[in-house]
């Protein structure tokens, strides 16, 4: 009887041996389990960072600054076609948070545009509002599809660099307050702003529709101005400049003429500190090639009575 009790005592001090051996749930390997865990925790958290920084890199190559060559368009547009594109039948249709969605998250904001640059272009000046008014909410009109694409391309660019990373961009601005939409001025400013809205008008470098049949299309006539008074607030300003002296004689002609606008000399413009005129000549890329050209500029700022 004691030699089998010997055995059996020997038996089970073997199986617990091998047990052990072959990591079977002795002590050791209890206290080894954390560690391990923590281990693969450690190699989580850096796989999750390198994609994370990954990520942003590809967005970062996203949202790299357009390039002109690929928005190829004509120089001008003919505005008195028939247009191919919707419009809201109504300003309050309009979802500006679509356009500023920064401002829109910011209950305090003033969800409204004030300055409006009518054929913005490449964006220059546009761009140069969103610096000087940070305050303010400018839009940039602009007929031409392409055109309107790299504009809103350029801005989306500008957001991600200057406010997506923390920073901040010219004048302090993030450029969360400039947006461009396509859209014909010469038909469509009913359906996007109502009466006294605005602060600002711009008419930068129009095209000049040089034959005698075709100034019907030009920007500034007696009936638009008629339009143009009734968005602009009054003591609000509409601000016109062109490189071609006769178009630069026609806008100041008729905006002398008309009752609700009264001319600002030069002599106010350049002592006053008005920093949208200061800019007029300078901002844009067409005045930008103007200068390179060393040409000559005809600048006129209207206020509205």
């Not at 060559?69 to 919707?86: C, G, M, V, W």
Request: with cysteine.
């Amino acid at each position: 009887m004691n030699q089998n009790n010997n055995n059996n005592n020997n038996n089970t001090k073997t199986k617990t041996k091998t047990k052990t051996a072959a990591g079977g749930g002795g002590a050791g390997d209890k206290k080894r389990a954390p560690g391990g865990r923590a281990e693969d925790e450690d190699k989580n958290t850096a796989a999750a960072a390198a994609a994370l920084e990954l990520e942003r890199e590809e967005k970062r190559k996203k949202m790299q600054p357009p390039k002109k060559r690929l928005y190829r368009t004509r120089a001008h547009s003919n505005p008195l076609n028939d247009q191919s594109f919707k419009v809201p039948r109504h300003p309050s249709e309009v979802n500006w948070a679509e356009h500023f969605p920064a401002v829109a998250k910011n209950p305090e904001a003033k969800l409204e545009v004030e300055n409006v640059d009518v054929g913005c272009g490449f964006g220059g000046y546009l761009l140069k509002l969103g610096e000087v008014y940070p305050d303010q909410l400018s839009l940039g009109l602009e007929l031409r599809d392409k055109v309107t694409e790299y504009v809103a391309d350029r801005i989306t660019a500008l957001r991600a660099e200057e406010g997506g990373e923390g920073g901040e961009g010219k004048e302090g601005c993030t450029y969360e307050n400039v947006a461009v939409l396509r859209a014909n001025a010469q038909k469509d400013l009913p359906h996007y702003f109502r009466k006294g809205q605005l602060r600002r008008m711009f008419f930068l470098f129009p095209d000049p529709h040089f034959k005698a049949s075709n100034h019907r299309r030009r920007i500034i006539s007696e009936q638009l101005l008629d339009e143009y008074a009734h968005f602009i607030r009054s003591g609000g300003r509409l601000y016109t400049i062109t490189d071609v002296e006769e178009l630069g004689a026609w806008m100041k002609s008729h905006l002398d003429a008309h009752p609700l606008f009264e001319r600002v000399g030069d002599e106010e413009l350049d002592g006053g500190g008005d920093e949208a005129a200061k800019f007029l000549p300078s901002a844009s890329e067409e005045a930008q090639k103007v200068k390179r050209n060393e040409g000559k500029t005809y600048r006129s700022v209207y206020r509205r009575r």
